[in-house]
């Protein structure tokens, strides 16, 4: 499938103004799902971009690592999405990015690198309510499938969409209730930020 018929699916979306400014990066999936009516994108969404020179593309200084996220088409909302932050004071810049294209009714997971293991909070910043949970699994994907009591094994031979698909309707029919906190609180609470680099080989 080429990117002209990929951009036409995001057209009807709130995926169009974040594909228009380049927020889409790194997509493992993006277009139409199974579920009919269903756009959706699993990839990297660039929040902070850094300094562009000549036409290059500007690389993201900062973004919301492994995001997933659904809308249905003609709507002007994302109903589902899920990502890894390094830090929980991001929540504000995924607020900000994503502005419009969030509502009140809609499910949104944000596992925070640096929230204590043994904690989970909903945080509703300027009116939209945030799910915010520790870093357990290794990946968001494991962790929403810990959460949402869905086997990996029974998703096994359904493709990107179909995983897509089943992780976003499990989603929105997620009720749990946890603590709930403020942003100002959260950054209260929050642990230091660990260095991504640390460790890695040179």
Same mark, same amino acid.
């Given at each position: 499938? *080429?990117?002209?018929?990929?951009?036409?699916? !995001?057209? &009807?979306?709130?995926?169009?103004?974040?594909?228009?400014?380049?927020?889409?990066?790194?997509?493992?999936?993006?277009?139409?799902? &199974?579920?009919? /009516?269903? @756009?959706?994108?699993?990839?990297?969404?660039?929040?902070?971009?850094?300094? &562009?020179?000549?036409?290059?593309a500007?690389?993201?200084?900062?973004?919301?690592? /492994?995001?997933?996220?659904?809308?249905?088409?003609?709507? %002007? +909302? !994302?109903?589902?999405?899920?990502?890894?932050?390094? %830090?929980?004071? +991001?929540?504000?810049d995924?607020?900000? @990015?994503?502005?419009?294209?969030?509502?009140?009714?809609?499910?949104?997971?944000?596992?925070?690198?640096?929230?204590?293991?043994?904690?989970?909070? &909903?945080?509703?910043? /300027?009116?939209?309510?945030?799910?915010v !949970?520790?870093?357990?699994? %290794?990946?968001? =994907?494991?962790?929403?499938?810990? $959460?949402? =009591?869905?086997?990996?094994?029974a998703?096994?031979?359904?493709?990107?969409?179909?995983? !897509?698909?089943?992780?976003?309707?499990?989603?929105?029919?997620?009720?749990? %209730?946890?603590?709930?906190?403020?942003?100002?609180?959260?950054?209260? $609470?929050?642990?230091?930020?660990?260095?991504?680099?640390? *460790?890695?080989?040179?």
């Amino acid at each position: 499938m *080429n990117d002209t018929i990929l951009d036409k699916e !995001l057209d &009807q979306t709130p995926f169009a103004r974040l594909q228009l400014e380049g927020r889409l990066l790194n997509a493992v999936f993006k277009g139409a799902t &199974q579920t009919p /009516q269903r @756009v959706g994108f699993r990839g990297e969404l660039a929040l902070r971009f850094g300094p &562009q020179l000549a036409d290059e593309a500007r690389p993201p200084k900062l973004s919301c690592e /492994q995001f997933m996220a659904v809308a249905s088409a003609g709507s %002007s +909302h !994302l109903s589902f999405f899920a990502g890894w932050l390094l %830090s929980f004071e +991001h929540l504000k810049d995924v607020a900000e @990015v994503l502005g419009d294209a969030l509502f009140p009714n809609g499910k949104y997971f944000l596992f925070c690198d640096n929230i204590d293991l043994s904690n989970r909070y &909903q945080v509703l910043y /300027q009116g939209t309510p945030f799910y915010v !949970l520790p870093i357990v699994e %290794s990946t968001v =994907y494991n962790e929403m499938l810990e $959460l949402l =009591y869905l086997e990996k094994v029974a998703l096994k031979k359904k493709d990107t969409a179909g995983k !897509l698909d089943a992780v976003a309707d499990a989603g929105l029919r997620f009720n749990l %209730s946890f603590e709930t906190t403020s942003y100002a609180r959260g950054l209260d $609470l929050m642990g230091p930020v660990r260095n991504p680099n640390e *460790n890695r080989p040179v």
